[in-house]
DNA sequence: CTTTTGAATTAGACGTGTCTAATTCCCCCC
DNA sequence: GGGGGGAATTAGACACGTCTAATTCAAAAG
């Protein structure tokens, strides 16, 4: 799992690079977390070695698509917190925000498609700024039951994983598959598995549970752009 | 403020203590908490230095007044937790556990008393369980306007800190204010403070967010006992 | 093409929570 | 009342996220 000081170094240079100029630099990034520009270098490798930052030495970051997803994973738990607990517990909201920023580090996948099912998925939240939406537009399940069905065969674009175990991050990015990726799904091959041909030629098989997290969309699709701004 | 390692120590200690005999055995707390002996070792030092346990080396550890308050909080928040997502987000009661296990040490007190408002003051959660109520009976609040109306000059026992950090917990503990000390309020002193006689005869003089978080009942009032068992 | 200077990195340290291996202690049994 | 044996503690290590102080770098200014 990443840290929860990881998400938040994610976070915070999402939001810049949406700002200011990529890439961004070490203190910047060590003003907007208050902590000092030694400790900024130190966690940036950490996420560099895990593929979540691009990093130049002496330049600065930018997330790679893998940490963008992370990024917009935890402000989506974010807004989602924040209208849950102005909408279902009556918090004003001026102040959700700190509780916010504590929990959206905590919550399940469980626990947020509970609360946008019970906020009837919410597109903004009550600062009204944009909650990233759980599946990016036309985007299926790469599963062996979603496949089956309609886009076998077919060429598709990873749209994002959605996944917070860095271990099954690293397992598929290792493998090949990260955002931007095209594959064709070869086959709905052994049970409980999905088998994948990457451009490369490359095959992967993946266990179900795995599959599940991919979410694909076809190539050539506009990309309507999600906005995301400050919380 | 404690770390959620301390408040799982505490939850556990105070849980074994209902069971078998106090004190508790290291090996025993290593087993509950799946560490290993000398990683509990160096935690009840640890929490033997801020006074939530009692400690007999070679012997076992009990829960101060001031630890079984904090391990009762933590309850708390577990089984108001596991009502809220059964009630309100609709989870199965089967598979609660987990999420509030995490979240149990994430939410601040305003939440709780938002989920508990919301739940309509439940006394107990989905398994049956008991939820240790937030006020213990004849309690009032050692505040500026709670005495300044009705306790104001008579003698008060201290039922509970209802504070989670530890800086006011260890102030207090310092003024020598913890769970059963018995005070007078002496008069409602500058704006923004409340003064407190000691037994002792020493006067303290408290902010009022600190006075707040002070339960008191009457010196003699009977206790019933608080039922508390297994999540 | 130097020099300067401010930003970034390296070096070395610390607190927390954890571990394994070594040691010490308590207490029961003969 | 001395041994043994099992439990507990000490010793020493490590990963994390953080810090300060020292060093190195890059890019702008001369």
Redesign the pocket.
Same mark, same amino acid.
């Given at each position: 799992m990443?840290?929860?000081?990881?998400e938040?170094?994610l976070k915070a240079i999402y939001r810049l690079e949406r700002d200011g100029e990529p890439p961004i630099? !070490? #203190?910047?990034i060590?003003e907007t977390?208050?902590?000092?520009?030694?400790?900024? !270098? #130190?966690?940036?490798?950490?996420l560099a070695d895990r593929d979540l930052v691009e990093?130049?030495?002496?330049?600065?970051?930018t997330t790679t698509a893998e940490g963008e997803t992370v990024a917009l994973e935890i402000i989506r738990h974010h807004r989602l917190l924040e209208t849950f607990l102005t909408e279902k517990l009556g918090y004003d909201w001026a102040e959700v925000h700190e509780e916010a920023e504590v929990l959206e580090h905590h919550i399940s996948e469980e626990f947020e498609r509970r609360v946008a099912a019970a906020l009837d998925e919410p597109e903004v939240d009550p600062h009204g700024d944009p909650i990233p939406s759980e599946a990016l537009d036309p985007v299926d399940d790469v599963s062996a039951t979603a496949l089956s069905e309609h886009e076998e065969g077919g060429r598709l674009e990873v749209a994002r994983v959605r996944d917070r175990d860095p271990a099954e991050l690293t397992y598929l990015a290792d493998a090949g598959i990260t955002p931007g990726t095209v594959l064709t799904v070869d086959e709905v091959a052994p049970i409980g598995m999905v088998t994948v041909k990457l451009e490369s030629g490359a095959e992967v098989s993946l266990p179900d549970h795995i599959a599940d997290a991919i979410q694909v969309r076809r190539p050539e699709s506009e990309r309507p752009e999600d906005g995301v701004s400050e919380a």
């Open positions: 990443l840290s929860e000081q990881m938040d170094y630099a !070490t #203190s910047t060590a977390l208050d902590v000092t520009p030694p400790t900024v !270098t #130190s966690m940036v490798e950490k990093r130049e030495k002496y330049k600065g970051v």
